[in-house]
């Protein structure tokens, strides 16, 4: 395969396409926060990182940065996919402050602002994004973490009083992991079962005072320190119980339910499930957040790896004298290419979210246009998916960095060990990881359902909610463009060559409407067979549904870096892009090879080709590595890597040491010949 790229590529052309929709946004962020105080610190105590991010979470606010999402009538922008980019860009400095902010302004703030009506935000909106007041977002439950709708917390209200009961009933009640709870947070966004006249409505939110001004415990409030964790020392996790906490009925965060002071209770929705569901849907700002953030992360680490491995030399080839930069090496190209293949695909896919996620939200919360139930649900599920993958890949990929960086790699000072511990806890929190797969795969099912009719008995399947409208098989204007790829691909398989953008997709497709069906297969089996309960229906099947799941979440991934590419108007930008989403989709084909082998989509030979493709991928975009990190235009401040420098320091030392051995050995062996010449003169 000859290579058709240009010679070079300007990262700025990319760093356009990268930077998409907002990029004001991160322009803004990377002028004004790139000062080194935002980076980490090394080696600070716990309570020292706390005090610094509390202080540098001032900072931030006082920037005026951190009210793009808010309305603007106190002070924001009414931009929510302005406020998840600016947590984009924070995430490339010190995670903690990433977290910090996203508790404060997004999920605090965000639930005041979404699950409240006008007397909560005049009342609160502008001292949270002041940080005037710290707050929490109270809704994790030591032992019901992720199952939110059973929440064992109670809210009940006592209408002699006009108050609200809140109660923590057991230990296993308690809210834990609650960022801002142990030290800052003076109130708390708590959520709860909420009783009125004898009967449970579900859960809701209220907003709580937790702290008096004088920082001790308010009445009836007990909070404790989660203390050190693996990583994110600067934010303060901590554990709040509630003791028949008196809560004034106006703290009711009552946007989707109402309680009058004679205890009724009025909803517009009057589905308790569906109600639980909207109301959860409005905060999905966080998950696409924190998806976001761990992309950041990923793209640190690639960025510092490919950096060092451009600088690091190991092993002189037979003949040479200088070693050889391990980038270089074919099997450092393959830990280091793929993944940067794979963070351009989901970036793309994010940036194709937070979009979505912006138009949504703005029909909604300024436009004030009814919820459309099918788009919430949809976002939902594809906020649930991306979360998924960009979490995991940021896990992985940052593993294999710090593995490519060698022993330097694990010091604290080259940022690689932070990023490990910071970003570890992001596959479980805004939603387990496994539990979020279920949520993408329920979906599909229920799409199936919804396209194709009944599942043959699999309906009365409790764990099947009316969640997604979605399947493979529907074709939006969105996807036009991937529909004609597909329908071009011409005869048979084993005759398309593999860098044909509609086979790559062919594939993709295949794979998930294959492994879907095959659930569906398995599941109407379940249904038929005599005693079996609901519960075993679905678990005997659970690998099958998350893996529907995983390919599903390939598919939307590869059809969004599809899109960003043909958006892309430099020629050589374009040409480039196209060459990386060539290494995404035939990586992600290559590591399942054995599931394409086995359903009759690979012949051996064509499996060879793959990975003999995948190679010729890697040695074409070889000398575009620096390009492809340059392009996310990370200042080299926010890298706060050691590494860098002092590599490029000895590099130089080294080279003008082999040069003067060099020049040592060349004037020894001239002496020597000469000498040589005089001592066979007189024989003459």
Same mark, same amino acid.
């Given at each position: 395969?000859? #290579?058709?790229?240009?010679?070079?590529?300007?990262?700025?052309?990319?760093?356009?396409?990268?930077?998409?929709? %907002? /990029?004001?946004?991160?322009?803004?962020?990377?002028?004004?926060?790139g000062?080194?105080?935002?980076?980490?610190?090394?080696?600070? #105590?716990?309570?020292?990182?706390?005090?610094?991010?509390?202080?540098?979470?001032?900072?931030?606010?006082?920037?005026?940065?951190v009210?793009?999402?808010?309305?603007?009538?106190?002070?924001?922008?009414?931009?929510?996919?302005?406020?998840?980019t600016?947590?984009?860009?924070?995430?490339?400095?010190?995670l903690?402050?990433?977290?910090?902010?996203?508790?404060?302004?997004?999920?605090?703030?965000?639930?005041?602002?979404l699950?409240?009506?006008?007397?909560?935000?005049?009342?609160?909106?502008?001292?949270?994004?002041?940080?005037?007041l710290?707050?929490?977002?109270?809704?994790?439950?030591?032992? $019901?973490g #992720?199952?939110v709708?059973?929440?064992?917390?109670?809210?009940?209200?006592?209408?002699?009083?006009?108050?609200?009961?809140?109660h923590?009933?057991?230990?296993?009640?308690?809210?834990?992991?609650i960022?801002n709870?142990a030290?800052?947070?003076?109130?708390?966004?708590?959520?709860?079962q909420?009783?009125s006249?004898?009967?449970?409505?579900?859960?809701?939110?209220?907003?709580?005072?937790?702290?008096?001004?004088d920082?001790t415990?308010?009445?009836?409030?007990?909070?404790?320190?989660?203390?050190?964790?693996?990583g994110?020392?600067?934010?303060d996790?901590?554990?709040?119980?509630?003791?028949?906490?008196?809560?004034?009925? =106006?703290?009711?965060?009552?946007?989707y339910?109402?309680? /009058?002071?004679?205890?009724?209770?009025?909803?517009?929705?009057?589905?308790?499930?569906?109600r639980?569901?909207?109301?959860? *849907?409005?905060?999905?700002?966080?998950?696409? #957040?924190?998806?976001?953030?761990?992309?950041s992360?990923?793209?640190?680490?690639?960025?510092?790896?490919?950096?060092?491995?451009?600088?690091r030399?190991?092993?002189?080839?037979?003949?040479?004298?200088?070693?050889?930069?391990v980038?270089?090496?074919?099997?450092?190209?393959?830990? @280091?290419?793929?993944?940067?293949?794979?963070?351009?695909?989901?970036?793309f896919?994010?940036?194709?979210?937070?979009?979505?996620?912006?138009?949504?939200?703005?029909?909604?919360?300024?436009?004030?246009?009814?919820?459309? =139930?099918?788009?919430q649900?949809e976002?939902?599920?594809?906020?649930a998916?991306?979360?998924?993958?960009?979490? %995991?890949?940021?896990?992985?990929?940052?593993?294999?960095?710090?593995?490519a960086?060698? *022993?330097?790699?694990?010091?604290q000072?080259?940022?690689?060990?932070?990023?490990?511990?910071?970003?570890?806890v992001?596959?479980?929190?805004? *939603?387990?990881?496994?539990?979020?797969?279920?949520?993408?795969?329920?979906?599909?099912l229920?799409?199936?359902?919804?396209?194709?009719?009944?599942?043959?008995?699999?309906g009365?399947?409790?764990?099947?909610?009316?969640?997604?409208?979605?399947?493979?098989?529907e074709?939006t204007?969105?996807?036009?463009?991937?529909?004609?790829l597909?329908?071009?691909?011409p005869?048979?398989?084993?005759?398309?060559?593999?860098?044909d953008?509609?086979?790559?997709?062919? @594939?993709f497709?295949f794979?998930?409407? $294959?492994?879907?069906?095959?659930?569906?297969?398995?599941?109407?089996?379940?249904?038929?067979?005599?005693?079996?309960?609901?519960?075993?229906?679905?678990?005997?099947?659970?690998?099958?549904?998350?893996r529907?799941?995983?390919?599903?979440?390939?598919?939307?991934?590869?059809?969004?870096?599809?899109?960003?590419?043909?958006?892309a108007?430099?020629?050589?930008?374009k040409?480039?892009?196209?060459?990386?989403?060539?290494?995404?989709? @035939?990586?992600?084909?290559?590591?399942d090879?054995? %599931?394409?082998l086995?359903?009759?989509?690979?012949?051996p030979?064509?499996?060879?080709?793959?990975t003999?493709?995948?190679?010729?991928?890697?040695?074409?975009?070889?000398?575009?590595m620096?390009?492809?990190?340059?392009?996310f235009?990370?200042?080299?401040? %926010?890298?706060?890597?050691?590494?860098?420098?002092?590599?490029?320091?000895?590099?130089?030392?080294? /080279?003008? $040491?082999?040069?003067?051995?060099?020049?040592?050995?060349?004037?020894?062996?001239?002496?020597?010949?000469?000498?040589?010449?005089?001592?066979?003169?007189?024989a003459?």
């Open positions: 395969m000859t #290579s058709t790229l240009p010679p070079s590529v300007d990262p700025q052309r990319l760093q356009e396409v990268l930077d998409g929709r %907002w /990029a004001h946004v991160r322009r803004d962020a990377r002028e004004n926060l000062e080194p105080e935002f980076a980490p610190v090394y080696g600070e #105590s716990m309570q020292e990182a706390r005090k610094r991010v509390t202080r540098m979470s001032k900072k931030l606010a006082d920037s005026g940065r009210g793009l999402g808010f309305p603007k009538e106190y002070g924001g922008n009414d931009d929510s996919g302005g406020s998840v600016s947590i984009e860009m924070l995430a490339f400095g010190d903690s402050l990433m977290v910090k902010a996203g508790v404060q302004w997004g999920l605090f703030g965000g639930a005041v602002q699950l409240g009506t006008k007397r909560h935000h005049d009342a609160y909106l502008r001292d949270i994004m002041s940080f005037d710290p707050g929490c977002f109270a809704m994790t439950e030591t032992g $019901h #992720s199952d709708q059973q929440l064992r917390t109670t809210c009940t209200y006592d209408p002699e009083t006009k108050t609200f009961d809140l923590t009933p057991h230990q296993a009640a308690r809210k834990d992991y960022g709870a030290e800052d947070g003076r109130m708390a966004v708590v959520f709860a909420l009783i006249r004898g009967r449970n409505h579900g859960v809701h939110a209220w907003i709580v005072p937790i702290r008096n001004d920082g415990p308010c009445g009836g409030v007990t909070i404790g320190d989660d203390g050190p964790k693996a994110l020392n600067g934010v996790n901590g554990r709040l119980t509630f003791d028949h906490v008196r809560v004034p009925r =106006e703290n009711l965060l009552d946007r339910g109402q309680v /009058a002071e004679d205890g009724t209770y009025t909803s517009s929705i009057e589905n308790e499930t569906r639980f569901f909207t109301m959860l *849907g409005t905060l999905v700002r966080g998950r696409v #957040s924190v998806g976001g953030s761990a992309g992360a990923t793209k640190l680490a690639l960025d510092i790896a490919v950096r060092y491995g451009d600088l030399r190991q092993f002189a080839a037979p003949g040479q004298d200088r070693e050889i930069v980038n270089d090496y074919l099997v450092h190209q393959r830990k @280091l290419l793929p993944a940067l293949a794979t963070t351009y695909a989901l970036h896919a994010q940036a194709e979210l937070v979009g979505t996620m912006h138009d949504v939200q703005y029909k909604v919360h300024v436009q004030g246009q009814e919820i459309d =139930e099918d788009s649900r976002l939902e599920s594809r906020a998916g991306l979360k998924v993958a960009q979490t %995991w890949h940021a896990t992985k990929a940052i593993q294999m960095c710090r593995e960086c060698g *022993g330097a790699g694990y010091l000072e080259n940022r690689l060990p932070h990023l490990k511990a910071d970003t570890d992001f596959t479980t929190f805004e *939603g387990d990881n496994t539990v979020l797969l279920q949520l993408v795969a329920k979906g599909l229920t799409g199936y359902r919804d396209a194709f009719g009944s599942l043959d008995g699999w009365k399947v409790g764990f099947i909610a009316d969640m997604v409208r979605e399947t493979v098989l074709r204007a969105a996807r036009s463009l991937v529909a004609r597909i329908d071009a691909v005869g048979r398989d084993d005759d398309v060559p593999m860098l953008r509609g086979w790559q997709l062919k @594939l497709e794979r998930e409407k $294959h492994t879907l069906e095959g659930a569906i297969r398995r599941l109407r089996k379940n249904a038929s067979t005599d005693g079996m309960e609901p519960f075993d229906m679905f678990n005997s099947v659970q690998d099958h549904v998350l529907t799941a995983q390919t599903h979440i390939d598919r939307i991934v590869l059809e969004a870096f599809v899109a960003a590419i043909d958006s108007t430099d020629a050589d930008a040409a480039l892009l196209d060459r990386v989403c060539d290494l995404y989709a @035939l990586s992600t084909i290559e590591q090879k054995g %599931w394409f086995e359903h009759g989509q690979l012949t030979t064509r499996a060879k080709t793959l003999a493709t995948v190679n010729q991928l890697l040695k074409e975009l070889r000398p575009h620096r390009t492809l990190v340059d392009a235009a990370i200042p080299d401040a %926010w890298l706060a890597c050691r590494i860098l420098e002092e590599e490029e320091g000895r590099q130089e030392t080294m /080279a003008v $040491h082999d040069a003067e051995v060099r020049t040592g050995a060349e004037g020894r062996q001239a002496s020597k010949e000469s000498a040589t010449d005089l001592e066979v003169a007189p003459q």
